[in-house]
Structure formats: structure tokens, C-alpha cells
């Protein structure tokens, strides 16, 4: 393998070996806690514009098996390990992470200090630049400083025009501001008849398909950089059809009624914080990825109320209206990877348009 | 804590065994220790000697050393009057113990309450019958057993679990044989056989799972129904060899994330449907080919695989399981404040990688039958932290066989590949080094895998520690390699073999090039947040952690695995060393690797590296940390010669006995005694016994005091205090005798790490202690005479155990290096006492006199 670099914006560098495509990207240094799921991780189009450092040292030990894409073409922009494990020789897979982030063209690297490299973005407390290069040298940090990425992540990611996944239940409408394919699975296992939807797809587009219910997928990015367009939709389509909103889509929801969003000074990639259920005191887990949240103070109360808090950092993780049959969480509760105990919460969104049918 | 929970009655663990060591010791002492700092009084029952927590008036409030029984125990609620009793500490023989109790009525009648698991849960996990039924009840997936009565429901069944099943008779007469049908045909002779050797006319057929992924889960839950997951175990052998055998690593190393969260689910939800408040261990067995997966055990107390997550993930268990106990929940629970985040609420993420590697007793009893199978053989392990699965693996096994050479492939070499092949399907002991030799000689991972049935992955790892190993051996004092092998966990010592040169040329060869170790704390978080735990390990990167301090400390060198030879007594001896070091004010340091140890705690030691211990592992170690002293057991003695050149201030910790051979035959005793180095105070004498089978050498039984004649005592008591006044240094002495016609002196010595552990429980005091103190010239006059003047109205015995039924073993000596562990009574005069310690019926002993 050859010698490959990370470099942040700090102005430090980390030496370690290349693997993957001998791609030079750049993108926004997040670390993810989870302990298992890289293929699902890398492939969450979250982590568009993202370098993602895995705390968990040993990577790729199961290699990539057909049936844990979240997306089809990963729009992560690098991958730092610890201690890569190129098997490809696995009981459910043929395919090794080297070969399947060359055939992505996405760099990566392993053999960093991935501990120091989490622990000075702790201590800096906000998300950095970063780049992944074949030399450190005073041009790459200039690159580095220079490039100004993309504030387009979701109509990069975002389909062109809508597609469907045909079921024999349900109707639903899922809006794509980059969709983890969890969201479709969960609603396959519950028979949905879905179209998704390209992001800027207006209520009209919506309700013309007199749908059951509307999904809002997870995105990456910031929602704020959000044609307002989008508000408009959501706050027209909820008076009309229940809608249920993860992610990005649970930060436009919130939006869309009046509540403000901001960034987290650090951003939350992992599975492992306790998340209370309001109503019952009850401890939840599920898998997060978030640089943004909604504010809990800004929530009005007349028409919004929190579902869900996460204890460690106390942002909201969900919210639900009062006066129509739309609710959201700011964690992913498909899973994939990371807990199912939030599940149920597709077959609340199930049960909530039944009723509405009857 | 509500009044309930006001007064705990806790049962030990007993002698340690093959199943359990030092963890439950550990346990009991970390949990009385935070419920009676939090105004709990603690009850706590045991007869082992080396148990630390029994007597421990740091930790238990009231101690009863007596024989694990109904009738004791019952004696003891009735004298104490506890309001609760946590009857999970002690592991599954306390389970079996509290359901007796449970039957006698005494709970209700004095209203005690159980805590941790309720009396139904109590009665499944006693009856598998019972706990499988629920678990069906609950679907979660269980392995499937059913009896039939004919070939074709047989075959029937099959349709459902596939092939191999295992066939046996259901309730035989005679004899029983046991099958395993691989098809039809198999299953037809089978199933004949079976149904011909039953009384009813019945063979059970069931599902098998040899050859299957053994994973191990480890949840908490409090009163309220919270739920966590502290960690995920994964074995590296399949089953069919007991988990307790199997080398295993934190976090899985091969599991997808959706059969992790599957595994996850049934774990959380077997433990909410038992009703466990605190810790609950459950043991799944994955079916490799299709992701199916079994529950095959639930274990709800601290075990060697809950002592193994909690030390890996540096989550504080045994604390926040005291204040589940206390009745508190998971969300009420703050960490110590070197958390930032101080709730007990999130899911340790770990990021580094943890390996337990079993300890075999086959070097000491090489005559058991080393095939490894569904009885565990092992007596300990150790773990190794590392930043990958090859270093974490390497420093478990450099922990693991300090004492040879960790990988002493000459045996192995010299096998024929028949040899190799038989010793890969019919595993024995240490079996990793056996697969290095299969890969030197060219057999493929599938191959391996097919026979082994280890995962591929472990093959892939072990093939790049063996490129390793030869890279190391054709390159001496090339650099990079050198830096290869360090950051995946080699030790000076093993690249010196391999280089045909001595450690301190590596070392020297390391240092001139400034490649050296950094220290990481282990921190549940992964670096989330600033979360102190104090436990670190070394790796090979560019930041470290371990910020040493200038306060006055001192280094405590763990005994490592258990092992056979008294290892109880000598984690007893680091454990109290600690705690009296802490108690002068030291900052103390511990390096050790046994996950189990009680040492191995953070209430013990302020500062603990989990490393293994080589010269090279220690000596950086005592740069960097600079300590007034380090404490070393005197049994290291290649380290101790090793560390001789590097001028370090060395102390040491007693051995177990090593009697030199006896001038004449007759009963023996000792006489102890401190000596400060002028003056001698007696302790009093012990009269030895001698066990049935046991051959000459360290006494395995004894007494204490001796009851002998007034003219014999004061004749041993004055040679005795001669021989120990003409010692050199301040500590604790004996001077051993055999009476003949009269009394022969034999030799004199320090007091071994047994009897030490021993006559403290026997003389209701810390020897360990006293010994420190004598050396470091603290101890006061007033101790002294408090304890010289002891006549204890009671006489102590203490005998040693064996592994021998255990491991099938017949005919063999009892002696000391055979030690597994012990059991010590009180009683009135020499017959009672011998009673009472024998209440099983397991012990013979003599005293000698016939000889």
C-alpha cells in the first residue's frame, strides 16, 4: 500500500496507508462511535461532504454483502481506519471494502491514530476541514483552505425524477433529501406502494398522487441552505395527509413550523446515546447522525410538542403536532446500522394513516 | 436506598474452581465496597481464605466465614436479621443455594427480600426445563429438542432443524450412547440404537450446534425496565468447545450489524421477560451459514465474561450494579466525577479492541486429557488491549505465557501433517499456535476454516501475524520492521529470539531510534467525550494519555491469569498490598492482566495498566511513571533478574511455600512471628496435616493454633524466635518443625502468600498489612502488642482444593502447585473444626504422626 495523507485544516497532518480509490478529496472531518455497520455508515448518504473516521478500530472485517447498501452510489468523501481488515473471503460477501470503495472511487486510510484525531476534534469542538492527499506538502493544506464545498448536498444526492417501489399496501410518498434505504425497507416489510419523490417536489406534485402518507428522508447537510419552497410543501402536505419526517426531514418539519434549527457545535455520528421518550420516561437507543438540531426553546408550543430528548447533549429527537398527523425524530429508526427499538415507529406512521382511510 | 435495602446479605463465592475465580470476589468486593459507602450494611458469607472481601472491614461490615450451607446460612439470616439478600454474587451455586432457602419459608416469615433476580426467575434458572418453556413462551429462539418414539417423527423433525442432530435415549437403561446424525441413513441406526436402549421407548433428537458462532452478550436493566448494553463478546472458536476455553474478543469482530441487533433484541428482551435487575450475561450460538441464531444460556451474576466486559470497556459495572441493587435507576445513577458524562446511561463504544485467552493447568497436570470440549478445562485467562485484533490477540497470549515462550512452535513443528489435521479437528489446549504451524505449512483458509470451523476472518489475521513473524525473523535490526512488529503487539523478548540477540539489544535498538509506547486510557465513550476511567494500555501511535503525576506512588506488579498453584492467595496479596499503599498515601499503580483479578480495580489502584508483563512492558512503564517503589512477586524471577540492570527500586511480594525436603518425618508445624530486625513477636503456631495422596512438600491443610503440649509449644516457641531473630530483614517469619521424638528444627522463611491469607482470616487481622508496615519500619508498638497478645478462643482450619475431578484426573497428588483453591472453618478443638470444614465429606487428612 502506499503512504497517504490526512489533513486538516488545522494545519496537521496524519501519515498512513492508502486504500480504496487514489482519489485527493475534501470534505468536513466527522467521527461515528458506532461499533458495528461500516458498510451501512458508508454508504448513508448523510455523509456526503463528510470524511468519516471510525472510532471502532477494526474495519471491514465482514466485507461489503449485497444486502447493506443504504444508497447506491456512496457520496462519502473518505474513510480513516485504524486497522483496515480487507476480507473479501467472508461467509456473506465477495466483495472486499478495498475493492468496493476503488469501484466507488472513494479514498481511504488506514493505520491513523484515529483516537488522537477524535480527541482533537473534541477538544476543538467544531467540525473541520479535512482532505485526504497523496502528500502533505503546503499546496495540499493551500487546496485545502481554498476549497469551498458544496452547500447542493441534497439536490446532488437527491433523485432527478421520481421513482416508484411498488407494494400491494399502503400509498406513501417519500420525499428524497437523500434517502437511506432503510426507509424503504421498513415500508417493503410493511407492503407500501411507494413513489419517492425528487427533493423539491411541491405539495401539488404530492397530493396529485393521493397518497396515503408522506415520508421526508434523512438528507445530508444543512437545512437552512433549503429552497423555502420546501417549507411550503411540508406545511401545505400536513394539513392533508399524516407525514412523518427522520432527519433532515425532521429539521425541515420543524422548520416548516416555525421552530429554528442550528448547528451542533459537534456534530453526533453513533448509536449509543440514551434517548428518553417524553411522555413515558422511557430510555430509548438509536442510530444518530446529526451536525444540526432544533432548538428546543423555539419549539411553539401551540403547535408542536418534543417526543424525544437526547440525554446527553439534551437536543430534541422528536417532535409531533398537535393538530394534524405528522410527527418526526432526528434519529433513524430504520436502523441499519444501529438499534431496532425505535421501529415501531413505522407502524405508528402505518396505523396513522389507516385510520385516516377509515 | 429505602430501608429494605437497608441491611445486604451477600453469599461468596467458596473456593475457587474451574468455572469461577477471583470475578466473584471481585465483584463482592467492588459492590459491598459502594453499598456501604452509601450506608448499607453488608453481610457477606464465604469460607474462601483468599477471598479479600471476607474480612475486609474497608467492604463488609459483618464477615461469617463459614461453609456455604442451608443450615449456615439460616444460622446467619437468623443472627444478623438481614432486610434483603442478593443471592446472584456468588454465582450459580448461591442461585441453587437461595432456591433451598427460598423453600424453607424464612424469607417470608422475616420478610427479607431478594434482590436482582425474583424468586421465579431463581427457580428457571435453576431448572433448564422450566427456563426453556419460558423462553419458548416468549419466542425467542431456542435451540429445538424433542422427543420421539418412531424413525418417521424423527425424520419429520429434522425437516424443521436440518441436519446434524444429536440423538440420545431418553431415559436409558444401562448404557447410553450418543449420536450425532449427519443424514438419514445416520439418524435410522440412530434412532434404533436409542429406542432399544430407553426404558419408555423414547430418543430425544435435538438440534446441533456444534461448529456454531458463540456470542455473549452483557445487558443491565433497573426496577424501572431500562435497558443497556454494556458489551458484545464474540468467541473465536465455535461451539462445541466451552466458551470458557475459547479465546474471545470485545467488540465482535465479524458480526453485521443486523444479526448484532437482532442478538441485541432477544438479549434485552430475555432479560426483561426474567424480570433481572442489574447484570445479565447471555450466551447466543450462531448459526454461520444462514445468520439464525440461539439462545443457549443466561446467566444473570458477574462471571469471567462480565469481569472481561467491564475491564475492557472500562464502564464501571460493579458500580452502577450496587445502585441498581440499592433500588435505584439507571437514570438516577451518576458516574464518579472523572466523567464528564456522568450518566450510567450510555452504551460503552469501544476503541480499542480487547482479547481473553484462556489459561490451561496442562503444564502442571500433564496426564488430564488436554482435547478441549463442552467441559471447560481452563483455571484463569488474561486480556489484551490493543488499537487491532492481531495486537490485542498477541499481548493476551504474551500475558498468558509469561513463563514460556509464547510461541514455542518446536512442537509443533515437529508434527506430521496427519498429526496436524487431527489436532485441528479434535482441538487441544493453546490450538492458536497450532494454526500458525498449518498456515507455515501452506493450508489454506478455507481449509482451516472447514476444519476448525473458525470464522475465515481469524484465518486472514492469523496469516498476517504469521507474514509478521517471518518478516521479523528474515530482517534483524531492520527498523521499519521493527516498528511493524511493536505496533502489532510483539515484545522486545520475542523479536530478540527471532533475532537471535538479546533483549536489551532490542530494547537498546528501540530506544536509540525513539520508537516507544504511548499509553490510551480505555474510555467507554470512544473519545466522545472526556471520560477518565484510569485503566490504560500501551500501543504503538503518536498521542498518549498517561499524564504521570509527581505524588509519592508506588507499582504494583499483578500475578497475572489464574493459574494452579495458589494464585487466589497471590491476588489476595496484590490486592491488599494496594490497599494498604493507598491507605499511606501512595498513588498506586497496578499493571496486571487478569480481567478477573480482584486487584484489577479502580477502588484499589488509582492508575491500572492493563498490559502484559515482560521486562519490556515494565520498564518503560518505570520511566515514564517514576515510582518510589514497585512491588514485584518474587515468583517472577526471569523478570526480576531481567530487571536487575535497570536499577529500578524493586520490593517483593511473597511466594507460595517452597519446602525444602524434609530431615524427618512426623507432624508438622510452624511457628510465625513478626520481626521488626531486633525484635521477634509471636503470631502463634500452626500444625500442618497432610491431605490424602498428597506427596511431600508445601502443606496443602492446616490448623490454627496448633493444640499441642504446653512443653512442645514453649520449645518451638524458643527455637522459633532464635531462628527468626537472626534474619536479616523486618517482616513476618516462620520457622518450621517436625516432632519426632523431639522437636527438629527444619528451615526458616517468609511466610508464604497461603498462610499469610490464611492466619489473617484465622487472626481476624491484615497480615499483609503488618508485613508492609514491618519492611517499611510503621508498624506501632501498639498493633504489635494488640495482636501478639491474641488467644483466639477459636481453632481455624483451612485445607486446599483440587481441579483433579474436574478434570477427570485420578491418583494424583495434592500438593501445592496443584492448588485450585480453599475452604477454612472455625470450630471448637481440632475434631469440631475439621468438621465443620469438611462439611461435604471432601477432604481426608492425617497429621503425619504414622509416618
Known amino acids: 500500500m502506499t503512504k497517504r495523507y490526512l489533513i486538516l485544516e488545522d494545519g496537521s497532518a496524519y501519515e498512513g496507508e492508502g486504500f480504496g480509490a487514489p482519489a485527493v478529496t475534501t470534505g468536513e472531518l466527522v467521527f461515528n462511535t458506532s461499533m458495528t455497520g461500516y458498510q451501512e455508515i458508508i454508504t448513508d448518504q448523510v455523509y456526503h461532504n463528510q470524511i468519516v473516521i471510525f472510532t471502532q478500530p477494526n474495519i471491514g472485517s465482514s466485507g461489503i454483502n449485497q444486502a447493506n447498501y443504504e444508497s447506491i452510489l456512496p457520496t462519502i468523501k473518505g474513510v480513516i481506519v485504524r486497522e483496515l481488515a480487507n476480507v473479501s473471503t467472508n461467509r456473506i460477501s465477495r466483495l472486499s471494502l478495498d475493492q468496493y470503495l476503488k469501484q466507488m472511487n472513494i479514498p481511504g486510510i488506514t493505520g491513523i491514530d484515529t483516537r488522537s484525531v477524535v480527541r482533537k476534534l473534541r477538544k476543538v469542538g467544531k467540525t473541520m476541514k479535512a482532505s485526504i492527499v497523496p502528500v502533505a506538502d503546503e499546496h495540499a493544506f493551500d487546496q485545502l483552505n481554498a476549497t469551498v464545498l458544496t452547500n447542493q448536498q441534497v439536490a446532488q444526492v437527491s433523485t432527478p425524477k421520481p421513482y416508484p417501489n411498488p407494494g400491494t399496501g399502503l400509498s406513501v410518498v417519500v420525499i428524497d433529501f437523500g434517502l437511506k434505504h432503510g426507509i424503504l425497507r421498513e415500508l417493503g416489510r410493511r407492503n407500501c406502494n411507494v413513489t419517492v419523490l425528487p427533493y423539491n417536489a411541491s405539495a401539488e406534485d404530492v397530493l396529485r398522487l393521493d397518497p396515503d402518507g408522506v415520508i421526508l428522508s434523512t438528507g445530508p447537510g444543512n437545512p437552512h441552505d433549503l429552497n423555502d419552497s420546501v417549507l411550503e410543501m411540508i406545511q401545505l402536505v400536513q394539513t392533508e395527509i399524516p407525514l412523518f419526517a427522520i432527519g433532515l426531514g425532521h429539521e425541515l418539519f420543524a422548520m416548516a413550523n416555525q421552530a429554528e434549527v442550528s448547528k451542533l457545535p459537534a456534530e453526533h455520528h453513533g448509536m449509543n446515546h440514551p434517548i428518553k421518550e417524553v411522555i413515558t420516561d422511557h430510555i430509548i437507543y438509536a442510530s444518530q447522525g446529526q451536525g444540526f438540531a432544533v432548538d428546543r426553546q423555539s419549539v411553539d408550543r401551540n403547535k408542536l410538542f418534543v417526543t424525544y430528548i437526547d440525554l446527553v447533549n439534551d437536543t430534541v429527537q422528536g417532535l409531533r403536532h398537535r393538530s394534524f398527523p405528522a410527527f418526526s425524530v432526528q434519529f433513524f429508526p430504520d436502523g441499519a446500522p444501529g438499534p431496532d427499538e425505535t421501529n415501531g415507529l413505522f407502524d405508528e406512521f402505518i396505523e396513522s394513516m389507516q385510520q385516516r382511510e377509515v | ?851
Open chain 2, 1 to 851: 436506598m429505602n430501608s429494605k435495602n437497608s441491611k445486604i446479605l451477600i453469599l461468596g463465592g467458596g473456593a475457587d474452581e474451574i468455572n469461577h475465580e477471583t470475578e466473584i470476589d471481585s465483584a463482592i468486593f467492588q459492590i459491598t465496597t459502594n453499598l456501604k459507602s452509601a450506608g448499607v450494611e453488608t453481610i457477606l458469607m464465604d469460607n474462601n481464605p483468599f477471598s479479600f472481601s471476607l474480612g475486609n472491614s474497608n467492604a463488609v461490615d459483618h464477615s461469617c466465614i463459614l461453609p456455604l450451607t442451608i443450615k449456615n446460612l439460616i444460622y446467619v439470616i437468623k443472627k444478623y436479621h438481614p432486610t434483603a439478600i442478593l443471592p446472584n454474587l456468588g454465582g450459580i451455586n448461591s442461585l441453587r443455594l437461595i432456591e433451598e432457602l427460598m423453600e424453607t419459608g424464612i424469607l417470608r416469615e422475616m420478610n427479607i427480600s431478594l434482590l436482582g433476580v425474583p424468586e421465579a426467575t431463581i427457580r428457571q434458572l435453576n431448572n433448564p426445563v422450566l427456563l426453556n418453556q419460558t423462553l419458548k413462551q416468549m419466542q425467542a429462539p431456542t435451540i429445538t429438542a424433542q422427543s420421539v418414539n418412531s424413525f418417521e417423527a424423527a425424520v419429520e423433525l429434522t425437516r424443521s432443524t436440518g441436519f446434524p442432530v444429536i440423538v440420545k435415549p431418553v431415559a436409558p437403561q444401562g448404557s447410553l450412547t450418543r449420536r450425532t446424525c449427519h443424514d438419514t441413513n445416520e439418524l435410522a441406526d440412530a434412532i434404533n440404537i436409542a429406542l432399544g436402549q430407553s426404558r419408555v421407548g423414547q430418543a430425544m433428537v435435538q438440534q446441533s450446534i456444534a461448529g456454531y458462532k458463540e456470542i455473549e452478550v452483557v445487558v443491565l436493566r433497573d426496577r424501572l425496565g431500562t435497558m443497556l448494553q454494556v458489551a458484545g463478546v464474540e468467541d473465536f472458536d465455535p461451539i462445541g468447545i466451552h466458551a470458557g476455553d475459547s479465546i474471545a474478543f470485545t467488540p465482535t469482530q465479524t458480526l453485521l450489524d443486523r444479526e448484532y441487533q437482532r442478538i441485541r433484541d432477544v438479549a434485552l428482551s430475555v432479560t426483561r421477560k426474567l424480570r433481572i435487575v442489574g447484570i445479565n450475561h447471555v450466551q447466543f450460538a450462531l448459526n454461520p451459514s444462514n445468520g439464525n441464531f440461539y439462545v443457549i444460556k443466561n446467566s444473570p451474576y458477574f462471571d469471567r465474561i462480565t469481569s472481561f466486559a467491564a475491564k475492557a470497556t472500562g464502564y464501571p459495572l460493579a458500580l452502577v450494579c450496587a445502585n441498581l441493587f440499592m433500588g435505584k435507576v439507571l437514570s438516577e445513577i451518576k458516574l464518579p466525577d472523572n466523567f464528564t458524562y456522568q450518566s450510567a446511561l450510555i452504551e460503552p463504544s469501544m476503541d480499542h479492541i480487547a482479547a481473553r485467552v484462556p489459561i490451561w493447568p496442562f503444564d502442571v497436570l500433564p496426564d488430564s486429557n488436554q482435547r478441549l470440549g463442552t467441559q471447560m478445562r481452563s483455571t484463569g485467562s488474561t486480556m489484551g488491549i490493543g488499537r487491532s485484533t492481531e495486537e490485542a490477540l498477541i499481548k493476551a497470549l504474551r500475558a498468558a505465557h509469561f513463563h514460556t515462550d509464547a510461541f514455542n512452535i518446536a512442537e509443533n513443528e515437529q508434527l506430521s501433517d496427519d498429526q496436524i489435521v487431527q489436532r485441528l479437528i479434535h482441538p487441544r489446549a493453546n490450538r492458536i499456535i497450532l494454526l500458525l504451524e498449518a498456515l507455515k505449512r501452506g493450508y489454506s483458509t478455507n481449509e482451516l476454516a472447514e476444519l476448525t470451523k473458525i470464522d475465515p476472518y481469524y484465518f486472514y489475521k492469523l496469516k498476517k501475524l504469521h507474514r509478521l513473524q517471518s518478516d521479523v525473523a528474515d530482517n534483524p535490526g531492520d527498523l521499519v520492521i521493527l516498528k511493524k512488529a511493536k505496533y502489532y503487539g510483539y515484545s522486545d523478548w520475542m523479536i530478540s529470539q527471532l533475532w537471535n540477540q538479546e533483549e536489551i539489544d532490542v530494547t537498546n535498538l528501540r530506544s536509540e531510534n525513539n520508537i516507544f509506547p504511548v499509553y490510551k486510557e480505555i474510555d467507554p465513550s470512544a473519545g466522545e467525550f472526556e471520560q477518565h476511567t484510569g485503566i490504560f494500555y500501551s500501543t504503538f501511535e503518536s498521542e498518549t494519555e498517561s499524564q504521570p503525576s509527581n505524588a509519592k506512588k508506588a507499582i504494583v506488579v499483578g500475578a497475572g491469569g489464574f493459574r494452579l498453584g495458589n494464585a487466589g492467595a497471590a491476588d489476595y496479596y496484590t490486592a491488599a498490598t494496594l490497599q494498604e499503599l493507598k491507605r499511606q498515601g501512595y498513588e498506586t499503580i497496578l499493571i496486571n492482566n487478569n480481567p478477573s483479578a480482584v486487584s484489577m480495580n479502580c477502588i484499589l489502584a488509582d492508575k491500572i495498566y492493563s498490559e502484559p508483563i515482560e521486562t519490556s512492558d515494565l520498564v518503560f512503564l518505570a520511566k515514564i511513571e517514576n515510582p518510589d517503589v514497585i512491588y514485584v512477586p518474587r515468583v517472577r524471577q526471569r523478570l526480576i533478574q531481567e530487571l536487575d540492570q535497570y536499577h529500578l527500586p524493586l520490593k517483593f511480594l511473597p511466594q507460595s511455600g517452597k519446602l525444602s525436603p524434609h530431615l524427618s518425618n512426623g507432624p508438622e508445624f510452624s511457628f510465625t512471628a513478626l520481626f521488626d530486625g531486633e525484635n521477634v513477636w509471636p503470631l502463634g503456631i500452626t500444625s500442618y496435616l497432610i491431605q490424602s495422596q498428597s506427596g511431600f512438600g508445601e502443606p496443602t491443610a492446616m490448623v490454627f493454633p496448633a493444640n499441642m503440649e504446653e512443653s512442645d509449644q514453649s520449645e518451638i516457641e524458643m527455637q522459633g524466635t532464635e531462628h527468626i531473630s537472626g534474619q536479616n530483614q523486618a517482616g513476618i517469619y516462620q520457622t518450621l518443625f517436625v516432632k519426632t521424638n523431639r522437636i527438629h528444627v527444619e528451615q526458616t522463611r517468609v511466610v508464604p502468600l497461603t498462610e499469610i491469607a490464611f492466619l489473617s482470616k484465622a487472626l481476624n487481622t491484615d497480615l499483609v498489612k503488618i508485613a508492609i508496615n514491618l519492611a517499611d519500619n510503621t508498624l506501632d508498638e501498639q498493633t504489635v502488642s494488640q495482636l501478639t497478645g491474641l488467644h483466639p478462643d477459636q481453632t481455624a482450619a483451612f485445607a486446599a482444593t483440587f481441579p483433579f475431578k474436574a478434570l477427570h484426573l485420578f491418583g494424583e497428588t495434592s500438593q501445592s502447585t496443584n492448588v485450585l483453591g480453599a475452604e477454612m472453618a472455625f470450630g471448637n478443638g481440632l475434631t469440631d473444626t475439621l468438621k465443620r470444614l469438611n462439611v461435604k465429606g471432601a477432604f481426608q487428612f492425617h497429621d503425619g504422626s504414622f509416618m
